[in-house]
Every structure is written in structure tokens, then in C-alpha cells.
């Protein structure tokens, strides 16, 4: 098996820009990036991205491999390129899912399905395993979580939905930023503590609050 991470350096996590400030949010990409690296040590994981990184950025012995392309493109073509080979399957994970564990890459790669899906909030694609990627192709963006269970049935693979707290928590929003407080315990929650966010409780609603010193 073959993991790929797509990984967007460049203006990284634009929706969080009221709250982070533009190298902040690099530093929060990155870290999120080093907590997924870490829960995929262990397995072959190839980098997909369009920036040059290096060993000072994340500690990897993985393969970085640069591409120009967008995300459904690049993702195209690189289930084209591990078509065909003896130990094909692919599995694609987000690099903005602080919480997964090497336990649920394990769960995942463990199904029968030909096609197994670990869907996010909102309707997105958060893991997909594809067992042969021969003539499969994705669709991210938007309701990817929908496409990819048609494109999966149209292709006549068998599909399993993969349901995980941890793995359906990709950060984007304001409000997945407690969830990470809350629960994750890696670098990217770190740097959050560090940084002066913790969890705040107003009127019986969970939010964040920053404290600057």
C-alpha cells in the first residue's frame, strides 16, 4: 500500500485568517502536516505538493514529490502512476487531521471493501483507500464525500463508510480549532496552547479564547 498526502503550503488555511495571522497559519499547516506524518511512521507515504520542503520544515523519510497541478489532477495523476504495480492500493489522506492515528490507518487498510471512505464535517473526503486504482479517479471539493460513493458504484467496486470522531475532524473553520484543544495532543494542538488559545465556556457554548501576553 501506498499513502499519499496532498499537502497545500501557499496561503494555507485561508478560512482562518480572522483568528491567525498569515505565518501562523503556515506554522499551523506544518504542525498539523508533522502529527499526520507521525501517525503514518511506519508506512510508504509519498508528500504531494506544489512547495519545496525540507527536513527543517517536518521530519519525513518519505518520498516529496512537486506538482504544479491542482489537488483532483495531481491526485489523478498519481493513482495513474501506481496503477499496474504489484502492490497497488492507495490510500489518500488529508494532511489537516490532527487527531488519526496510526491505529485508524490500520482499521482502514483492514477492510474488505474495494473502496473504503472516511467522510469529514460537511461532506468532504477525509481518507480514501482504493484497493486497485485502476480507472478510478477523484473528485474533491464540495460534496467529494457523495461523488466518491457514486464514482466507487459506477466503477462497480464495493464501498464501506468509514465513520471516526477523529479522522472526520479536518481543521478549516474557527470552530474546529477547540475540537483540536480539546482533544488532540500533538504538535499542532501545542502550538495552539503555546500560541495563548484555550477552550472558553460563554453563555453554555464551547468556543476559543486568546490570551495575549
Do not use: W
Not at 80 to 106: C, E, F, T, W, Y
Amino acid at each position: 500500500m501506498k499513502i499519499v498526502v496532498p499537502f497545500k503550503r501557499n496561503n494555507a488555511k485561508s478560512r482562518l485568517a480572522g483568528i491567525l495571522t498569515p505565518d501562523e497559519r503556515d506554522a499551523l499547516a506544518m504542525n498539523m502536516l508533522r502529527d499526520v506524518m507521525d501517525a503514518l511512521d511506519g508506512f510508504e507515504v509519498d508528500i504531494l505538493t506544489s512547495s519545496i520542503l525540507s527536513n527543517k520544515d517536518v521530519d519525513f523519510s518519505s518520498c516529496v514529490l512537486l506538482s504544479g497541478s491542482g489537488l483532483n489532477e495531481a491526485l489523478n495523476e498519481y493513482l495513474d502512476s501506481q496503477a499496474g504495480h504489484d502492490n497497488d492500493s492507495v490510500m489518500i489522506v488529508m494532511a489537516d487531521l490532527p487527531l488519526i492515528s496510526s491505529k485508524h490507518i490500520r482499521e482502514i487498510a483492514g477492510l474488505d471493501a474495494d473502496v473504503v471512505i472516511a467522510p469529514g464535517k460537511g461532506g468532504g473526503t477525509n481518507i480514501l483507500y482504493i484497493k486497485d486504482p485502476s480507472g478510478f479517479h477523484v473528485d474533491y471539493y464540495g460534496a467529494s464525500f457523495l461523488d466518491h460513493l457514486r464514482i466507487a458504484r459506477e466503477s462497480g467496486a464495493s464501498v464501506e463508510v468509514y465513520d471516526s470522531f477523529a479522522v472526520s475532524t479536518d481543521i478549516d473553520e474557527p470552530d474546529d480549532l477547540v475540537e483540536l484543544l480539546m482533544h488532540g495532543d500533538g504538535e499542532a494542538a501545542r502550538m495552539l496552547t503555546d500560541s495563548g488559545f484555550d477552550v472558553a465556556v460563554r453563555d453554555g457554548r464551547v468556543g476559543i479564547n486568546r490570551n495575549r501576553v
